[in-house]
């Protein structure tokens, strides 16, 4: 594939027909403004989508669009590419040949990335374009181990064979205070904000013989994406188990906590359960996004045909809703979706959770437990 020529972004929408010359001059003139690139206005401001963006620079300049999400990058490739500059123009590499490297971008028209890339890389750069949030999903997996992995070698250096791992807050994050400096919580950190930042629904920490897979459940399937060295194994566990305000000191027997982290200004509740295996206790933490925006039907994915069909759905004044699936696969997020949209002064709702995992203004919502007699079939008799 050739190189692109050098072309504007505005001149390919343009010529694509896709907006107009007053509306490309109230662009640029917020471009001044807020130092943006283009296309980023244009899509912020609703002038335009990026799937159109995408389509005008495929059909005009026959720049290839690649859907990161389907296919796999060389971890090596983070040496070929530094962080750095992956983040400072949305780039991501996706493959390298002796003379080439192909280059993933926001903006295939960035051309001061283009040379940055080729200067650090020394490689004529073919350009492809992919969404912003599918670039940003891959730098976090392409780069994500790196402060992950230099956590690990401190802890190496200063293991304790007790496990023990000092009692600070975990709950903010993006915070870069020295509580936050120790390697184990800078793991666990890295952990929990990598599995937020690629919308996981939960992670799984899984003792084996010789040490500790760490997987993560995105879009329903579950994914290795780091393994722990078995010495740092109780030094990590403990550490989930304070985040959850369990008993660091008992492994014998499950443990459930909970807990709430910022990440990236955004609040993200944890469920922690715990569970004694031959090789250790296992660990799943279940991520609840509280960002309300998620629970509306363009947050869970409905449009089009779909989004019609569920506005039939939930408009019948009888019937029963079956809502199934596998475990991640987003049965929760529609059912508070329907909740939400059903939720209303002329109506009375009433739901049953085990556990309760949103909390909505207007609704009667009812924990189960069974300990105290409040079961499923007598709260439906009440």
């Given at each position: ?39 980023e ?14 389509e005008a ?18 971890p ?76 690990i ?96 000191s ?17 609040d ?5 359960n ?23 039907p ?61 909390h ?12 105290t ?10």
């Amino acid at each position: 594939m050739a190189q692109v020529q050098h072309k504007r972004l505005g001149d390919v929408l343009l010529g694509a027909g896709l907006i107009t010359e007053d509306q490309l001059g109230a662009a640029l003139a917020k471009q001044k403004q807020t130092k943006a690139r283009l296309g980023e206005v244009l899509i912020d401001e609703r002038v335009i989508t990026e799937a159109e963006v995408i389509e005008a620079l495929q059909m005009q300049l026959g720049i290839e669009f690649v859907d990161l999400s389907q296919i796999h990058i060389d971890p090596e490739l983070s040496r070929v590419v530094s962080k750095n500059v992956a983040r400072q123009y949305d780039v991501v590499p996706v493959r390298v040949t002796p003379e080439e490297i192909y280059l993933a971008m926001s903006d295939p028209l960035n051309f001061v990335a283009i040379e940055a890339v080729k200067t650090a890389t020394r490689k004529r750069v073919i350009q492809m374009v992919a969404t912003r949030d599918a670039i940003h999903r891959a730098i976090t997996t392409l780069y994500g181990n790196e402060g992950a992995a230099r956590a690990i070698e401190e802890m190496k250096r200063d293991v304790r064979p007790t496990g023990d791992v000092s009692a600070y807050s975990a709950e903010n994050l993006d915070d870069d205070s020295d509580a936050q400096s120790a390697p184990t919580i800078r793991l666990v950190n890295s952990i929990i904000e990598r599995a937020a930042t690629e919308r996981a629904s939960d992670i799984h920490l899984e003792p084996r013989e010789e040490e500790v897979f760490v997987r993560m459940r995105i879009d329903g399937v579950l994914r290795t994406i780091l393994t722990v060295p078995k010495e740092l194994q109780q030094s990590v566990i403990a550490r989930f188990k304070i985040i959850g305000n369990m008993n660091t000191s008992e492994r014998r027997v499950p443990q459930d906590g909970r807990s709430a982290v910022r990440i990236k200004k955004k609040d993200i509740d944890l469920r922690i359960n715990t569970l004694p295996t031959i090789h250790g206790e296992k660990v799943v933490v279940r991520l609840l996004d509280k960002d309300e925006n998620l629970l509306d039907p363009q947050g869970i994915g409905l449009t089009g045909d779909d989004l019609e069909k569920y506005r039939k759905l939930i408009g019948n004044n009888n019937g029963v809703v079956l809502i199934v699936g596998p475990t991640g696969s987003g049965k929760s997020s529609t059912m508070y979706t329907m909740i939400r949209d059903l939720n209303s002064e002329s109506v009375n709702l009433i739901t049953l959770e085990d556990p309760v995992e949103y909390h909505i203004d207007g609704i009667n919502q009812v924990q189960i437990n069974e300990k105290t007699g409040m079961t499923f079939a007598s709260g439906l008799r009440a």
